[in-house]
Nanobody, 121 residues
Framework: QVQLVESGGGLVQTGGSMRLSCAAS????????MGWYRQAPGKQRELVAL??????TYADSVKGRFTISRDNAKNTVYLQMNSLKPEDTAVYYC????????????????WGQGTQVTVSS
């Protein structure tokens, strides 16, 4: 079993900052990528940021404001969010592509439970 536990959501004012964390635990051989997605009410889930061994990718809407980072030793991913806007309000989900002990020996997506981020205007 693999679990992703998120933390750091809450309420912040426009222009403020917030940091999300997500730790993967369980029978893990390796984590090939980790990322953050978000889903606002009435909208589809969208990629916010993704980090792999080759680098990071960001949605255009968050470039220059959000920074994704990862602690490989702890299988933990962070999302530093600065200059937050009301349109950033959403449930943020952590995602990790995990190769699990005991197989199958290819990456399988796992998701966190989601954490609410609300930016007040």
């Amino acid at each position: 079993q693999v679990q992703l536990v998120e933390s750091g959501g809450g309420l912040v004012q426009t222009g403020g900052s917030m940091r999300l964390s997500c730790a993967a635990s369980g029978s893990i051989i390796t984590v090939t990528s980790m990322g953050w997605y978000r889903q606002a009410p009435g909208k589809q889930r969208e990629l916010v940021a993704l980090i792999t061994g080759g680098g990071s990718t960001y949605a255009d809407s968050v470039k220059g404001r959000f920074t994704i980072s990862r602690d490989n030793a702890k299988n933990t991913v962070y999302l530093q969010m600065n200059s937050l806007k009301p349109e950033d309000t959403a449930v943020y989900y952590c995602n990790a592509a995990v190769v699990k002990g005991g197989g199958p020996y290819y990456p399988i997506d796992h998701w966190g439970q989601g954490t609410q981020v609300t930016v007040s205007s």
